[in-house]
């Protein structure tokens, strides 16, 4: 732990990390704390793409979490800033929350139902077969199929809940066309995380509650792992996995001394 500890910089998830729902997690504001107190370098990188920063933001303060709206970074501005990167001034039509139609919107990328360049699909409560037939259609008449990450599942105050790579999955299957998906551990979402960051990979840990996300995008990008057992995935799931975080611990307050 001396050598954790002594990290630079943390690229940290959020849901199931610092909080569940609503509801903050036990240690999550000790630890915030320990990272200010000890002048760290610390990003809030989230597959979840329906808040923007700034609602992550006040997210936080509702809890009692001051942190500055520079320290978070979702999968709807990677999105964003992938599509736009391939195709300049494109058109989209989105399943979505709010979060992720700003970020598009932000990048230039209009919303489009009749001819669009790209689906894209994101966490939301607002998927009905309707959206799901309308994305279908798109898809096969050539739109291309991005989804902001591969989360199969999401931790909330009720259980787990579907997540984006399972509202992607009715539309692959319908139409045979594989999506690419953007977050973690996509490298594109890490080393932009890694620049916003400042800290070279080498002097930075990631901490998370998914193996098939945050431990192999950390173990991939070079850095420090840590699997919090406060989310998605119990010590027992973890040792089926032919790749291992190098510290698991039940939550991110055993972190500071």
């Not at 979490?65 to 989105?94: G, I, M």
């Not at 909330?156 to 579907?162: A, L, R, S």
Request: proline share 5%; hydrophobic share 35%.
């Amino acid at each position: 732990m001396k050598n954790f500890r002594s990290k630079a910089g943390y690229i940290c998830d959020m849901d199931g990390v610092i909080y569940h729902g609503d509801r903050l997690l036990p240690g999550a504001k000790e630890f915030v704390e320990w990272l200010y107190k000890e002048n760290k370098n610390f990003l809030f990188l989230t597959n979840a793409s329906g808040k923007t920063p700034k609602e992550l933001q006040q997210k936080l303060g509702r809890m009692g979490l001051d942190v500055d709206e520079k320290h978070f970074y979702t999968s709807a501005l990677a999105t964003a800033k992938f599509v736009s990167s391939q195709k300049p001034n494109c058109s989209a039509y989105v399943i979505g929350d709010p979060g992720l139609f700003l970020a598009l919107s932000e990048a230039g990328i209009t919303n489009n139902s009749i001819n669009p360049d790209y689906v894209i699909i994101g966490e939301t409560n607002n998927y009905n077969y309707d959206s799901i037939c309308q994305a279908v259609h798109h898809v096969q008449n050539g739109a291309k199929l991005v989804g902001t990450n591969t989360d199969l599942t999401g931790p909330t105050e009720q259980g787990i809940v579907p997540a984006c790579r399972a509202l992607v999955a009715p539309i692959e299957m319908t139409t045979g066309k594989q999506a690419y998906f953007v977050g973690k551990p996509n490298p594109l979402m890490m080393r932009t995380g890694l620049q916003l960051l400042g800290v070279h990979s080498q002097d930075a840990a990631i901490i998370g509650d998914r193996m098939d996300t945050d431990i192999i995008a950390g173990i991939e990008t070079g850095l420090d792992t840590c699997l919090v057992l406060s989310g998605v995935t119990s010590r027992e799931e973890a040792e089926t996995y032919p790749y291992c975080p190098r510290i698991i611990l039940n939550g991110v307050g055993e972190i500071p001394e």
